[in-house]
């Protein structure tokens, strides 16, 4: 068996492990830091450095440490036995395991606590800690929120796409947000493929989610790497009728 065979297995048995263990967002299991880890393991490389990526990568895509934890011991028993259906058992995980995906996740929380506030450095788009701040004024001024206010959500299948081509179709449908929403709304991303807008309801608000599908749609054409990422799920969120429900709703909307 060659080595690319051998790694796409191995991405196989651990996907399905994984999913078998509850992982909760199948879409979200793929990204270039699970091959790299792969690749890692099946070489006889040193992972660490590849798990400390991966778990920044799953916290950048919002799986909890919990999650993520399940997934790695996924991993270490279709190492410890690729043969046969496994049970993934976090208890049985070797520390130096746990310590480095560990680790990664928490640089990435620790982070995010200290720019609440903060634009995206990649796309320019503000952060979801700031759409939640948002929501909660907007919760507090209006008695009816879902009658004056939506989301329109924006997701691209960047999975799909590969490498740096991944950030540059969340760039390129960055750029189409902010062409289309250009009034002062709040505009944010909600995780890696995920973006949002809040927007105040209106006659022109379906006109305007149309062109915002036409237009990324044309920015995503231009470049045959980025064109996988397409085509763009465009669509309008209702707002729950309380704030807590909302921010529950940006952390599922963000899977």
């Not at 620790?110 to 634009?119: L, Y």
């Not at 760039?171 to 809040?198: H, M, S």
């Not at 989610?209 to 064109?227: C, F, G, I, K």
Request: net charge negative; glycine share 6%; proline share 5%.
């Amino acid at each position: 068996m060659g080595v690319a065979q051998a790694e796409r297995l191995l991405k196989s048995r651990w996907r399905t492990a994984s999913l078998a263990a509850g992982w909760a967002f199948p879409a979200d299991w793929p990204l270039a830091e699970v091959d790299d880890v792969c690749a890692a393991m099946l070489e006889d490389a040193d992972p660490a450095e590849a798990l400390v990526r991966l778990g920044r990568a799953r916290a950048e895509a919002g799986a909890g440490l919990a999650e993520t934890l399940m997934d790695l011991a996924a991993l270490h028993a279709v190492l410890a036995d690729g043969s046969r259906i496994v049970s993934p058992c976090v208890d049985a995980l070797p520390s130096w395991m746990l310590r480095l995906t560990s680790l990664g996740w928490a640089d990435v929380v620790t982070k995010q606590a200290g720019d609440r506030t903060a634009e995206d450095p990649l796309t320019g788009l503000a952060t979801a800690a700031y759409l939640r701040t948002r929501l909660g004024e907007v919760y507090r001024e209006s008695p009816v929120v879902s009658l004056d206010y939506a989301l329109v959500l924006l997701r691209l299948e960047i999975h799909r796409a590969k490498g740096w081509s991944r950030v540059v179709a969340m760039t390129l449908a960055a750029d189409a947000l902010r062409t289309v929403f250009d009034g002062g709304e709040t505009l944010a991303t909600l995780g890696p493929c995920v973006a949002a807008v809040l927007v105040r309801r209106d006659e022109q608000l379906s006109r305007r989610v149309s062109n915002l599908r036409v237009l990324t749609a044309d920015r995503l054409a231009d470049d045959p790497n980025v064109r996988p990422a397409g085509p763009a799920k465009v669509w309008v969120e209702e707002l729950p009728d309380t704030a807590v429900e909302a921010r529950a709703l940006l952390n599922s909307l963000g899977r």
